[in-house]
């Protein structure tokens, strides 16, 4: 169980605004365990959204390198890492992401359409996720006759459907009101017990940060070990 299932080791990133290149990240040494729940905690602007992008193959690190079980995955090639984000990562964002056209049950079902695996069991998982989630009759319903925590639980079950090893969340929580909030971190947290994925948490909130059974915090593009809940 203590096998690393993902790593950073010397990740920078730097974006060119005009002339001058800004360094949001500046040397990132990372590594969770499977079936662990890490937490990053920093300030508006620290850097988590974009250091969660790099995690999860969503965008190039400056340099440094990102391997999920041992296979550097910038080092491979585009195809590969679309395998990757596809079939083993799952991702949570701020403002769900929903396709407004696609009921609830549809749209936890995309993800298992771009893999072309759309059979009769992955409909049956994805009734399965949705009554994990506990909105087992929305599944008819579409993005704007939900409120914005089922939305969320929807994008959770979404984020499950291809059975993914690790699940990203950037801000999970960050639109919705605090027993919302609770609720949705429970889900994360429940889902996890049962399904085994890792979790990565980024966050700027304190209270959801202590969830971590690893904890982080991100400053100055530098990320530090987090002993302490209060830390
Ligand atoms: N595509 C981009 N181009 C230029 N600067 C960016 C881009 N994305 C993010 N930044 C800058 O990088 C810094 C970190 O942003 P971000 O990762 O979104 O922080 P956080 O998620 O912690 O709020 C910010 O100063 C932001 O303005
Ligand atoms: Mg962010």
Redesign the pocket.
Known sequence: MNQPILTATGVTKE???GALP?R?LNGIEFSVDAGAVATIV??????????LHILGTLDRPTSGAVCYCDENVYAASDARRAELRNRTLGFVFQFYHLMPELTAIENILLPSLIARAADGAARLWARELLDAIGLADRGTHFPNQLSGGEQQRIAIARALMNRPRIVFA??PTGNLDSANSAGIIRLLLDLQQRYGYTLVI?T?DMDIAAFGTCRWR?ADGILNASTTAAN
């Open positions: 974006y060119r605004n800004v949001v920093g300030a508006s602007g620290a850097g988590k959204s974009t250091l950037d801000e980024v700027h991100l």
